[in-house]
Protein backbone atom coordinates (compact mmCIF):
# COMPACT_ATOMS: atom_id res chain seq x y z
CA UNK A 1 0.00 0.00 0.00
CA UNK A 2 3.13 2.24 0.38
CA UNK A 3 3.48 2.62 -3.20
CA UNK A 4 -0.28 4.02 -3.31
CA UNK A 5 0.30 7.33 -1.01
CA UNK A 6 -0.73 10.12 -2.52
CA UNK A 7 0.48 12.46 0.11
CA UNK A 8 2.79 11.85 3.10
CA UNK A 9 3.44 14.13 6.10
CA UNK A 10 6.52 13.63 7.76
CA UNK A 11 7.28 15.20 11.24
CA UNK A 12 5.23 18.22 10.69
CA UNK A 13 5.71 20.17 13.61
CA UNK A 14 3.71 23.61 14.71
CA UNK A 15 4.36 25.70 17.92
CA UNK A 16 2.40 29.14 18.41
CA UNK A 17 3.84 31.60 21.99
CA UNK A 18 3.61 29.55 24.74
CA UNK A 19 2.22 26.12 23.44
CA UNK A 20 3.18 23.35 20.77
CA UNK A 21 0.11 22.49 18.79
CA UNK A 22 1.99 19.61 16.49
CA UNK A 23 4.95 17.73 17.28
CA UNK A 24 6.64 15.80 14.79
CA UNK A 25 3.13 14.40 13.44
CA UNK A 26 3.02 12.18 10.55
CA UNK A 27 -0.04 11.20 8.28
CA UNK A 28 -0.47 9.20 5.06
CA UNK A 29 -2.85 9.13 2.67
CA UNK A 30 -4.15 6.88 -0.29
CA UNK A 31 -6.39 7.21 -3.46
CA UNK A 32 -9.83 6.31 -2.87
CA UNK A 33 -9.31 6.03 0.75
CA UNK A 34 -11.90 7.93 3.51
CA UNK A 35 -8.73 8.07 6.54
CA UNK A 36 -10.78 9.22 9.74
CA UNK A 37 -8.74 11.94 11.63
CA UNK A 38 -9.66 11.78 15.66
CA UNK A 39 -8.80 13.51 18.58
CA UNK A 40 -10.26 15.74 21.38
CA UNK A 41 -10.83 19.32 20.97
CA UNK A 42 -7.56 20.84 20.74
CA UNK A 43 -5.39 17.81 20.07
CA UNK A 44 -3.98 19.13 16.66
CA UNK A 45 -6.55 18.08 14.12
CA UNK A 46 -7.11 21.88 12.65
CA UNK A 47 -3.90 22.86 12.65
CA UNK A 48 -2.57 19.83 10.78
CA UNK A 49 -5.32 20.38 8.18
CA UNK A 50 -4.57 24.20 7.83
CA UNK A 51 -1.18 23.37 7.09
CA UNK A 52 -2.14 20.38 4.69
CA UNK A 53 -4.80 23.49 2.78
CA UNK A 54 -1.97 25.93 2.69
CA UNK A 55 -3.52 28.28 5.64
CA UNK A 56 -0.02 27.90 8.11
CA UNK A 57 3.41 26.82 7.07
CA UNK A 58 4.83 24.50 9.24
CA UNK A 59 7.61 25.01 11.63
CA UNK A 60 9.28 21.84 10.29
CA UNK A 61 8.58 18.71 8.85
CA UNK A 62 7.79 17.91 4.94
CA UNK A 63 4.85 17.36 2.96
CA UNK A 64 4.85 15.06 -0.39
CA UNK A 65 2.16 14.78 -3.06
CA UNK A 66 2.90 11.81 -5.38
CA UNK A 67 6.54 11.26 -4.25
CA UNK A 68 7.41 15.01 -4.20
CA UNK A 69 8.12 17.50 -1.68
CA UNK A 70 6.19 20.33 -1.87
CA UNK A 71 5.64 23.82 -0.44
CA UNK A 72 2.39 26.03 0.48
CA UNK A 73 2.48 29.21 0.57
CA UNK A 74 -0.84 30.28 0.41
CA UNK A 75 -4.69 28.26 0.12
CA UNK A 76 -4.66 28.45 -3.60
CA UNK A 77 -1.19 26.68 -3.85
CA UNK A 78 -2.36 24.20 -2.11
CA UNK A 79 -5.67 23.70 -4.59
CA UNK A 80 -3.32 23.54 -7.34
CA UNK A 81 -2.31 20.09 -5.96
CA UNK A 82 -5.84 18.95 -5.73
CA UNK A 83 -6.32 19.81 -1.93
CA UNK A 84 -9.60 21.62 -1.06
CA UNK A 85 -11.35 21.85 2.91
CA UNK A 86 -14.95 22.10 3.40
CA UNK A 87 -14.81 23.86 6.36
CA UNK A 88 -17.90 23.13 9.35
CA UNK A 89 -19.18 26.50 9.34
CA UNK A 90 -19.80 27.08 4.99
CA UNK A 91 -18.11 29.31 3.60
CA UNK A 92 -21.32 30.30 1.34
CA UNK A 93 -21.88 33.97 0.07
CA UNK A 94 -25.23 33.50 0.56
CA UNK A 95 -26.49 36.50 -2.15
CA UNK A 96 -24.64 34.74 -5.17
CA UNK A 97 -26.49 31.92 -6.93
CA UNK A 98 -25.06 28.38 -6.62
CA UNK A 99 -22.86 28.90 -10.03
CA UNK A 100 -21.60 32.35 -8.36
CA UNK A 101 -20.79 30.26 -5.23
CA UNK A 102 -18.70 27.30 -7.08
CA UNK A 103 -16.68 29.76 -9.29
CA UNK A 104 -16.03 32.45 -6.34
CA UNK A 105 -12.56 33.56 -6.54
CA UNK A 106 -12.26 32.05 -10.11
CA UNK A 107 -14.58 33.50 -11.92
CA UNK A 108 -14.76 33.46 -15.88
CA UNK A 109 -14.82 36.47 -17.49
CA UNK A 110 -14.89 38.58 -20.60
CA UNK A 111 -13.60 42.36 -21.17
CA UNK A 112 -14.25 42.65 -16.99
CA UNK A 113 -17.94 41.14 -17.39
CA UNK A 114 -18.83 38.26 -15.77
CA UNK A 115 -19.59 34.95 -18.13
CA UNK A 116 -22.76 33.71 -15.57
CA UNK A 117 -23.91 31.40 -18.59
CA UNK A 118 -20.40 29.90 -18.89
CA UNK A 119 -20.25 29.55 -15.16
CA UNK A 120 -23.93 27.71 -15.04
CA UNK A 121 -23.49 25.87 -17.79
CA UNK A 122 -20.00 24.31 -15.58
CA UNK A 123 -21.81 23.98 -12.85
CA UNK A 124 -24.10 21.62 -14.02
CA UNK A 125 -21.60 18.91 -14.46
CA UNK A 126 -20.37 18.76 -10.84
CA UNK A 127 -23.70 19.33 -9.45
CA UNK A 128 -25.15 16.13 -10.99
CA UNK A 129 -22.03 14.54 -9.24
CA UNK A 130 -22.69 15.26 -6.40
CA UNK A 131 -26.46 14.62 -6.64
CA UNK A 132 -28.07 17.58 -6.34
CA UNK A 133 -31.10 19.07 -8.71
CA UNK A 134 -30.95 22.76 -7.91
CA UNK A 135 -30.56 25.09 -11.42
CA UNK A 136 -27.63 26.60 -10.84
CA UNK A 137 -29.04 30.06 -10.64
CA UNK A 138 -30.64 29.18 -7.60
CA UNK A 139 -29.41 31.74 -4.76
CA UNK A 140 -27.76 30.08 -2.16
CA UNK A 141 -29.39 31.75 0.81
CA UNK A 142 -32.82 29.66 -0.34
CA UNK A 143 -30.85 26.42 -0.03
CA UNK A 144 -30.91 23.98 3.08
CA UNK A 145 -27.71 23.25 4.97
CA UNK A 146 -27.48 20.32 3.53
CA UNK A 147 -27.99 21.20 -0.05
CA UNK A 148 -25.34 24.05 1.07
CA UNK A 149 -23.17 21.41 1.80
CA UNK A 150 -22.98 19.61 -1.80
CA UNK A 151 -22.53 23.36 -3.33
CA UNK A 152 -19.29 23.23 -1.55
CA UNK A 153 -18.13 19.49 -2.09
CA UNK A 154 -19.28 20.34 -5.75
CA UNK A 155 -17.07 23.32 -5.42
CA UNK A 156 -14.13 21.73 -4.57
CA UNK A 157 -14.70 19.34 -7.58
CA UNK A 158 -14.54 22.33 -9.74
CA UNK A 159 -11.17 22.85 -8.17
CA UNK A 160 -10.07 18.78 -9.75
CA UNK A 161 -10.07 18.07 -5.79
CA UNK A 162 -7.82 14.43 -5.07
CA UNK A 163 -7.98 15.08 -1.68
CA UNK A 164 -11.40 16.42 0.22
CA UNK A 165 -10.87 17.39 3.92
CA UNK A 166 -14.51 16.96 6.11
CA UNK A 167 -14.46 19.05 8.85
CA UNK A 168 -17.42 17.92 10.82
CA UNK A 169 -19.99 17.67 7.64
CA UNK A 170 -23.04 16.34 9.26
CA UNK A 171 -23.21 18.55 12.69
CA UNK A 172 -26.29 20.58 10.79
CA UNK A 173 -27.43 17.76 8.38
CA UNK A 174 -31.00 16.28 8.73
CA UNK A 175 -30.48 12.71 8.92
CA UNK A 176 -31.83 12.25 4.98
CA UNK A 177 -29.18 14.74 3.99
CA UNK A 178 -26.45 12.91 6.05
CA UNK A 179 -27.29 9.43 4.33
CA UNK A 180 -27.37 11.71 0.88
CA UNK A 181 -23.46 12.66 1.86
CA UNK A 182 -22.69 9.12 2.90
CA UNK A 183 -23.41 8.12 -0.60
CA UNK A 184 -21.53 10.81 -2.48
CA UNK A 185 -18.65 10.24 -0.12
CA UNK A 186 -18.42 6.49 -1.80
CA UNK A 187 -18.83 7.78 -4.89
CA UNK A 188 -16.06 9.68 -4.70
CA UNK A 189 -14.00 7.25 -2.96
CA UNK A 190 -14.90 4.81 -6.01
CA UNK A 191 -13.72 7.78 -8.27
CA UNK A 192 -10.29 7.52 -6.62
CA UNK A 193 -10.73 10.59 -4.31
CA UNK A 194 -8.78 10.09 -0.86
CA UNK A 195 -10.85 11.93 1.42
CA UNK A 196 -9.76 13.02 5.07
CA UNK A 197 -13.21 13.19 7.35
CA UNK A 198 -13.06 14.91 10.95
CA UNK A 199 -15.90 14.14 13.33
CA UNK A 200 -16.60 13.21 16.62
CA UNK A 201 -19.78 11.03 16.01
CA UNK A 202 -18.25 7.70 16.36
CA UNK A 203 -21.17 5.68 14.30
CA UNK A 204 -20.01 7.78 10.86
CA UNK A 205 -16.57 7.00 11.61
CA UNK A 206 -17.32 3.11 11.73
CA UNK A 207 -19.78 3.33 9.28
CA UNK A 208 -17.20 5.18 6.47
CA UNK A 209 -13.29 5.14 7.51
CA UNK A 210 -10.98 2.50 5.79
CA UNK A 211 -8.51 3.92 8.52
CA UNK A 212 -8.58 6.11 11.47
CA UNK A 213 -5.53 7.98 12.82
CA UNK A 214 -5.71 9.53 16.07
CA UNK A 215 -4.15 12.25 17.62
CA UNK A 216 -3.64 13.58 20.95
CA UNK A 217 -2.61 16.82 23.04
CA UNK A 218 -0.43 17.25 19.25
CA UNK A 219 0.96 13.99 19.04
CA UNK A 220 0.02 10.81 16.61
CA UNK A 221 -0.44 8.45 19.61
CA UNK A 222 -2.01 5.52 16.89
CA UNK A 223 -3.67 4.39 14.28
CA UNK A 224 -6.81 1.51 13.35
CA UNK A 225 -7.33 -0.51 10.52
CA UNK A 226 -11.20 -1.07 9.25
CA UNK A 227 -11.36 -4.23 10.94
CA UNK A 228 -10.06 -2.62 14.42
CA UNK A 229 -12.32 0.71 14.48
CA UNK A 230 -14.68 -0.22 17.73
CA UNK A 231 -15.80 3.01 19.92
CA UNK A 232 -13.81 2.02 23.14
CA UNK A 233 -10.60 1.71 21.29
CA UNK A 234 -11.06 5.12 19.89
CA UNK A 235 -12.14 6.46 22.60
CA UNK A 236 -9.02 5.14 24.83
CA UNK A 237 -6.52 6.39 22.20
CA UNK A 238 -7.84 9.87 22.14
CA UNK A 239 -8.19 10.62 25.89
CA UNK A 240 -5.31 7.99 27.15
CA UNK A 241 -7.76 5.86 29.32
CA UNK A 242 -10.67 3.88 28.89
CA UNK A 243 -13.58 6.20 29.30
CA UNK A 244 -16.46 4.27 31.34
CA UNK A 245 -20.09 4.53 32.77
CA UNK A 246 -20.55 7.49 30.41
CA UNK A 247 -24.08 7.81 31.40
CA UNK A 248 -25.49 7.66 35.04
CA UNK A 249 -27.28 4.34 36.14
CA UNK A 250 -30.95 4.03 35.58
CA UNK A 251 -32.60 5.81 38.60
CA UNK A 252 -35.59 4.67 39.92
CA UNK A 253 -39.17 6.21 39.39
CA UNK A 254 -38.92 8.87 41.35
CA UNK A 255 -41.71 11.15 42.54
CA UNK A 256 -40.36 14.86 41.49
CA UNK A 257 -41.56 17.60 42.79
CA UNK A 258 -43.24 19.96 40.47
CA UNK A 259 -41.41 23.15 39.77
CA UNK A 260 -41.78 23.66 35.91
CA UNK A 261 -45.62 23.37 34.05
CA UNK A 262 -45.99 24.60 30.73
CA UNK A 263 -49.35 25.47 30.43
CA UNK A 264 -51.31 25.68 26.88
CA UNK A 265 -48.17 27.48 25.34
CA UNK A 266 -48.27 28.68 21.58
CA UNK A 267 -45.36 28.70 19.85
CA UNK A 268 -45.01 30.71 16.73
CA UNK A 269 -46.03 28.42 13.61
CA UNK A 270 -46.99 25.56 15.68
CA UNK A 271 -50.10 23.52 14.56
CA UNK A 272 -51.35 23.43 18.74
CA UNK A 273 -50.48 24.48 22.38
CA UNK A 274 -47.87 22.76 24.26
CA UNK A 275 -48.05 21.83 28.08
CA UNK A 276 -45.58 19.63 29.86
CA UNK A 277 -44.58 19.21 33.21
CA UNK A 278 -41.11 19.15 35.04
CA UNK A 279 -39.53 18.42 38.64
CA UNK A 280 -36.69 19.52 40.67
CA UNK A 281 -33.84 17.34 39.82
CA UNK A 282 -35.24 16.00 36.60
CA UNK A 283 -33.29 15.62 33.41
CA UNK A 284 -36.12 16.29 30.50
CA UNK A 285 -34.70 14.90 27.21
CA UNK A 286 -36.77 16.46 23.75
CA UNK A 287 -35.92 13.93 20.81
CA UNK A 288 -37.18 14.21 17.27
CA UNK A 289 -36.12 15.16 13.77
CA UNK A 290 -34.43 18.45 12.34
CA UNK A 291 -37.65 20.82 12.02
CA UNK A 292 -39.73 19.01 14.39
CA UNK A 293 -39.84 22.58 16.77
CA UNK A 294 -37.76 21.56 19.79
CA UNK A 295 -35.32 24.32 19.75
CA UNK A 296 -38.16 26.78 19.20
CA UNK A 297 -39.85 25.02 22.22
CA UNK A 298 -37.22 26.22 24.18
CA UNK A 299 -36.66 29.69 22.92
CA UNK A 300 -39.88 30.28 23.77
CA UNK A 301 -39.85 28.99 27.37
CA UNK A 302 -36.82 31.45 27.23
CA UNK A 303 -39.13 34.72 25.97
CA UNK A 304 -36.43 34.90 22.92
CA UNK A 305 -39.32 33.80 21.17
CA UNK A 306 -42.76 35.72 21.83
CA UNK A 307 -45.01 33.45 22.98
CA UNK A 308 -48.69 33.82 20.91
CA UNK A 309 -50.70 32.16 24.16
CA UNK A 310 -49.77 30.12 27.26
CA UNK A 311 -47.78 30.37 30.50
CA UNK A 312 -44.90 28.93 32.12
CA UNK A 313 -45.01 28.18 36.02
CA UNK A 314 -42.16 28.24 37.90
CA UNK A 315 -42.89 27.12 41.90
CA UNK A 316 -46.34 27.88 41.32
CA UNK A 317 -45.85 31.46 39.97
CA UNK A 318 -47.01 31.58 36.60
CA UNK A 319 -45.79 34.30 33.71
CA UNK A 320 -46.00 34.23 30.37
CA UNK A 321 -42.51 34.47 28.54
CA UNK A 322 -42.16 37.54 26.43
CA UNK A 323 -38.58 38.34 26.73
CA UNK A 324 -35.58 36.68 28.19
CA UNK A 325 -35.41 38.68 30.64
CA UNK A 326 -38.67 37.59 31.80
CA UNK A 327 -37.03 33.95 31.87
CA UNK A 328 -33.77 35.06 33.59
CA UNK A 329 -35.63 36.89 36.60
CA UNK A 330 -37.57 33.57 37.05
CA UNK A 331 -34.51 31.21 37.07
CA UNK A 332 -34.82 29.93 33.62
CA UNK A 333 -31.84 29.85 31.96
CA UNK A 334 -30.93 28.39 28.25
CA UNK A 335 -27.64 27.31 26.70
CA UNK A 336 -28.35 27.94 23.00
CA UNK A 337 -27.59 25.34 20.22
CA UNK A 338 -25.61 27.73 18.05
CA UNK A 339 -22.95 28.78 21.26
CA UNK A 340 -20.69 31.15 18.63
CA UNK A 341 -23.31 33.10 17.67
CA UNK A 342 -25.77 33.21 20.71
CA UNK A 343 -24.05 32.21 23.98
CA UNK A 344 -21.14 33.60 23.75
CA UNK A 345 -19.25 36.57 22.65
CA UNK A 346 -16.00 35.20 20.95
CA UNK A 347 -13.41 38.74 21.57
CA UNK A 348 -14.55 38.86 24.88
CA UNK A 349 -12.79 37.25 27.54
CA UNK A 350 -13.95 33.91 29.86
CA UNK A 351 -14.63 36.22 33.55
CA UNK A 352 -16.40 39.06 30.81
CA UNK A 353 -18.44 36.42 29.09
CA UNK A 354 -19.62 34.71 32.68
CA UNK A 355 -20.50 38.25 34.36
CA UNK A 356 -22.56 39.03 30.97
CA UNK A 357 -26.18 37.90 31.88
CA UNK A 358 -25.79 39.11 35.58
CA UNK A 359 -23.54 42.41 34.92
CA UNK A 360 -26.07 44.67 37.18
CA UNK A 361 -24.37 42.70 40.30
CA UNK A 362 -21.15 43.53 39.35
CA UNK A 363 -21.59 47.02 39.10
CA UNK A 364 -23.36 48.25 42.39
CA UNK A 365 -21.85 51.84 41.68
CA UNK A 366 -21.05 53.53 38.74
CA UNK A 367 -17.97 50.90 37.81
CA UNK A 368 -17.97 47.47 37.24
CA UNK A 369 -16.08 45.23 40.12
CA UNK A 370 -13.67 43.42 38.42
CA UNK A 371 -12.15 42.04 41.35
CA UNK A 372 -15.53 40.31 41.95
CA UNK A 373 -15.76 38.86 38.01
CA UNK A 374 -12.44 37.50 38.41
CA UNK A 375 -13.14 35.59 41.40
CA UNK A 376 -16.62 34.39 40.27
CA UNK A 377 -14.81 33.49 36.89
CA UNK A 378 -12.22 31.62 38.62
CA UNK A 379 -15.00 29.28 40.62
CA UNK A 380 -16.22 28.57 37.52
CA UNK A 381 -13.11 27.91 35.45
CA UNK A 382 -12.45 25.44 38.51
CA UNK A 383 -15.44 23.73 39.23
CA UNK A 384 -16.43 23.06 35.46
CA UNK A 385 -12.72 21.72 34.64
CA UNK A 386 -12.20 24.48 31.93
CA UNK A 387 -8.91 24.00 30.10
CA UNK A 388 -7.33 27.87 29.86
CA UNK A 389 -4.96 29.81 30.94
CA UNK A 390 -6.70 31.87 32.87
CA UNK A 391 -9.94 33.68 32.99
CA UNK A 392 -8.27 36.32 31.09
CA UNK A 393 -8.16 34.13 28.11
CA UNK A 394 -9.89 35.11 24.88
CA UNK A 395 -13.30 32.32 24.51
CA UNK A 396 -12.78 33.05 20.73
CA UNK A 397 -9.50 30.74 21.10
CA UNK A 398 -10.97 28.34 23.13
CA UNK A 399 -11.72 24.20 22.07
CA UNK A 400 -15.97 23.98 21.32
CA UNK A 401 -15.87 21.70 24.66
CA UNK A 402 -14.09 24.74 26.69
CA UNK A 403 -16.65 26.75 25.39
CA UNK A 404 -19.70 25.21 25.76
CA UNK A 405 -18.22 24.84 29.84
CA UNK A 406 -18.20 28.47 29.77
CA UNK A 407 -21.64 28.93 28.66
CA UNK A 408 -22.11 26.56 31.33
CA UNK A 409 -20.21 28.63 33.45
CA UNK A 410 -22.35 31.66 32.97
CA UNK A 411 -25.51 30.43 33.94
CA UNK A 412 -24.42 28.14 36.94
CA UNK A 413 -22.72 31.46 38.42
CA UNK A 414 -26.38 32.60 38.84
CA UNK A 415 -27.82 29.54 40.61
CA UNK A 416 -30.32 28.38 38.02
CA UNK A 417 -33.31 26.44 38.84
CA UNK A 418 -34.05 25.66 35.35
CA UNK A 419 -31.50 24.77 32.49
CA UNK A 420 -32.75 24.48 29.13
CA UNK A 421 -29.21 22.39 27.50
CA UNK A 422 -30.08 22.72 23.32
CA UNK A 423 -27.63 20.24 22.05
CA UNK A 424 -25.03 20.09 24.83
CA UNK A 425 -22.34 18.34 23.42
CA UNK A 426 -22.70 19.64 19.56
CA UNK A 427 -18.86 19.18 18.18
CA UNK A 428 -17.43 18.18 21.66
CA UNK A 429 -15.22 15.31 21.80
CA UNK A 430 -15.47 12.39 23.68
CA UNK A 431 -13.32 13.41 26.81
CA UNK A 432 -15.52 16.83 27.31
CA UNK A 433 -18.54 15.20 26.64
CA UNK A 434 -18.07 12.54 29.66
CA UNK A 435 -17.14 16.09 31.75
CA UNK A 436 -20.73 18.26 30.97
CA UNK A 437 -22.75 14.49 31.40
CA UNK A 438 -20.89 13.99 34.65
CA UNK A 439 -21.71 18.50 35.28
CA UNK A 440 -25.05 17.74 34.36
CA UNK A 441 -25.69 15.25 36.75
CA UNK A 442 -24.53 17.27 39.33
CA UNK A 443 -26.83 19.82 38.92
CA UNK A 444 -30.07 17.40 38.77
CA UNK A 445 -29.03 15.99 42.26
CA UNK A 446 -28.68 19.39 43.28
CA UNK A 447 -32.35 19.85 42.60
CA UNK A 448 -32.05 22.00 39.42
CA UNK A 449 -34.08 20.79 36.63
CA UNK A 450 -33.12 20.17 33.08
CA UNK A 451 -34.40 20.48 29.40
CA UNK A 452 -32.48 18.65 27.46
CA UNK A 453 -32.42 18.85 23.55
CA UNK A 454 -30.28 16.70 21.79
CA UNK A 455 -30.38 14.78 18.20
CA UNK A 456 -27.95 12.16 19.74
CA UNK A 457 -29.98 9.25 20.44
CA UNK A 458 -28.06 7.54 22.86
CA UNK A 459 -27.25 10.94 24.40
CA UNK A 460 -31.28 10.72 24.93
CA UNK A 461 -31.38 7.52 26.34
CA UNK A 462 -28.62 7.53 28.29
CA UNK A 463 -28.82 10.80 30.31
CA UNK A 464 -33.46 11.21 30.42
CA UNK A 465 -35.10 10.26 33.38
CA UNK A 466 -38.47 11.19 30.73
CA UNK A 467 -38.03 11.62 27.24
CA UNK A 468 -40.78 14.02 25.20
CA UNK A 469 -40.74 13.12 21.55
CA UNK A 470 -41.70 15.72 19.32
CA UNK A 471 -43.01 15.58 15.28
CA UNK A 472 -44.14 18.36 13.10
CA UNK A 473 -43.86 21.11 16.16
CA UNK A 474 -46.20 19.02 18.04
CA UNK A 475 -45.57 16.36 21.01
CA UNK A 476 -45.92 13.03 19.72
CA UNK A 477 -45.17 11.23 23.06
CA UNK A 478 -43.73 11.50 26.52
CA UNK A 479 -41.76 7.81 27.74
CA UNK A 480 -40.05 7.44 30.90
CA UNK A 481 -36.58 5.93 30.07
CA UNK A 482 -37.15 2.43 31.54
CA UNK A 483 -39.47 2.07 28.67
CA UNK A 484 -37.95 3.87 26.30
CA UNK A 485 -35.91 1.96 23.18
CA UNK A 486 -34.36 3.15 19.88
CA UNK A 487 -37.15 1.58 18.25
CA UNK A 488 -40.45 3.95 20.22
CA UNK A 489 -38.89 6.83 19.80
CA UNK A 490 -37.99 6.47 16.39
CA UNK A 491 -41.29 5.60 15.33
CA UNK A 492 -42.92 8.66 17.67
CA UNK A 493 -39.92 10.51 15.58
CA UNK A 494 -41.67 9.74 11.76
CA UNK A 495 -45.22 9.26 12.94
CA UNK A 496 -45.05 5.30 12.87
CA UNK A 497 -45.94 5.57 16.67
CA UNK A 498 -49.10 6.51 17.28
CA UNK A 499 -51.13 3.14 17.38
CA UNK A 500 -48.65 2.55 20.63
CA UNK A 501 -51.55 2.97 22.93
CA UNK A 502 -48.69 3.16 25.83
CA UNK A 503 -47.33 5.82 24.82
CA UNK A 504 -49.35 9.06 25.53
CA UNK A 505 -48.73 13.44 26.21
Known amino acids: MADDYILKMRGVTKR ?19 LALMGENGAGKSTLMKILG ?214 PGAPCAVSFEAGAGEIVGFAGLVGSGRTELMQTIFGATRALGGTVVVDAKAFAPRHPRDAIDRGIYLAPEDRKRHGLVLPMNIAQNISMPDIHNYKPRAWLQRGHEVTVAKKQLDSLRIKAPGVKYRVGSLSGGNQQKVVLGKWLAMRPKILILDEPTRGVDVGAKAEIYREMMELAQQGITILMVSSEMEEVLGMSDRIIVMRERRMEGILPRQQATQERIAALMTGAGKTDKSIGV
Request: aromatic share 4%.
Open 54 to 267: GAQPPDEGTLLIDGKEVAFRNVSDSRRYGIVLVHQELMMASNLDVAGNIFLGSEKSSWGLLRRKVMRSASESVLHRVGLSCSPATLVGSLTPGQMQMVEIAKALSHHARILILDEPTSSLTLTESEQLFKIIGDLRRDGIAIIYISHRMEEVQRLADRVIVLRDGKRVGELQRTEITQNKIVSMMVGRELTNWYPPLRTATEYRTILKVENLIV
Open 16 to 34: FPGVTALERVDLELCSGEV
